[in-house]
T-cell receptor
Framework: DQQVKQNSPSLSVQEGRISILNCDYT??????FLWYKKYPAEGPTFLIS?????DKNEDGRFTVFLNKSAKHLSLHIVPSQPGDSAVYFC??????????FGGGTRLMVKP | DTAVSQTPKYLVTQMGNDKSIKCEQN?????MYWYKQDSKKFLKIMFS???????INETVPNRFSPKSPDKAHLNLHINSLELGDSAVYFC?????????????FGEGSWLTVV
C-alpha cells in the first residue's frame, strides 16, 4: 500500500522552462513533506520541505506547493537547468518520525 | 569528511550466506535508519533506531536485524540471504525529529545475491 505516490516515472523538460513534479499521498496524519534529489550511485539529498500548516515554501529556483484538501503536493523548478537532471523523491513524515517515500520521478532537462 | 558512511559499497554474495553492512555517522545524531531501495526504485523504511527505541517495519523479514554497538553506528545483519534481498540499502541519520534537512543519507550499499 503506497501511501505516497509519484505517478509520473519520468519527465523531460527544456532548459529554462519550468519543471513540475507531482506527488499524492493518502495518509492524513502526515505532518511534514520533503523533496529529495538523487543522482546515480549517490544517496538522496534533501532539497526542500513544507509543513502541513503551510501551502507554499520557496527556496531559490525551487518552490513546493501543498494542497491538503487534495492530498497533493508539487515541486516547481524554474528555470530548469541541465544540472537538475536527477531522480526526485517526494517523502512524508508522520508523528512516528518515519519517512515514507514516493517511487520517484526521473527529471531530464535538455540543453 | 563523510557524514554518513556505509561499507561495503558493493557486495556480491551467494544465497544462504549471512552478511553485514556497516553504517557510521559522525553528526552526533540520535536516530539512525535503514532504507531499502528495491528493483522498482521504491525507497522503503526498514528500521528506525535510537538509544531508546527500535521501530521495525513489520514487512521486514526477521532475517534482517539491526545492531547498534553505540550511538554512532547502526549495522544491518542479514541471515540466509535470498535472491529477493538484492537491492540498494541506504543508511540514514537524523536528529530526534526530522523536520527538514536534518536527515542525512549514506551513499548506499549495492547488494547482489546470486
Amino acid at each position: 500500500d503506497q501511501q505516497v505516490k509519484q505517478n509520473s516515472p519520468s519527465l523531460s523538460v527544456q532548459e529554462g522552462r519550468i519543471s513540475i513534479l507531482n506527488c499524492d499521498y493518502t495518509n492524513s496524519m502526515f505532518d511534514y513533506f520533503l523533496w529529495y534529489k538523487k543522482y546515480p550511485a549517490e544517496g538522496p539529498t534533501f532539497l526542500i520541505s513544507i509543513s502541513s500548516i503551510k501551502d507554499k515554501n520557496e527556496d531559490g529556483r525551487f518552490t513546493v506547493f501543498l494542497n491538503k484538501s487534495a492530498k497533493h503536493l508539487s515541486l516547481h523548478i524554474v528555470p530548469s537547468q541541465p544540472g537538475d537532471s536527477a531522480v526526485y523523491f517526494c517523502a512524508a513524515i508522520n508523528a512516528g518520525n518515519m519517512l515514507t517515500f514516493g517511487g520517484g520521478t526521473r527529471l531530464m532537462v535538455k540543453p | 569528511d563523510t557524514a554518513v558512511s556505509q561499507t561495503p559499497k558493493y557486495l556480491v554474495t551467494q544465497m544462504g550466506n549471512d552478511k553485514s553492512i556497516k553504517c557510521e555517522q559522525n553528526l552526533g545524531h540520535d536516530t539512525m535508519y535503514w532504507y531499502k531501495q528495491d528493483s522498482k526504485k521504491f525507497l522503503k523504511i526498514m528500521f528506525s533506531y535510537n538509544n531508546k527505541e527500535l521501530i521495525i517495519n513489520e514487512t521486514v523479514p526477521n532475517r534482517f536485524s539491526p545492531k547498534s554497538p553505540d550511538k554512532a553506528h547502526l549495522n544491518l545483519h542479514i541471515n540466509s540471504l535470498e535472491l529477493g534481498d538484492s537491492a540498494v540499502y541506504f543508511c540514514a541519520s537524523a536528529k530526534d525529529r526530522v523536520s527538514g534537512n536534518t536527515i542525512y543519507f549514506g551513499e548506499g550499499s549495492w547488494l547482489t545475491v546470486v
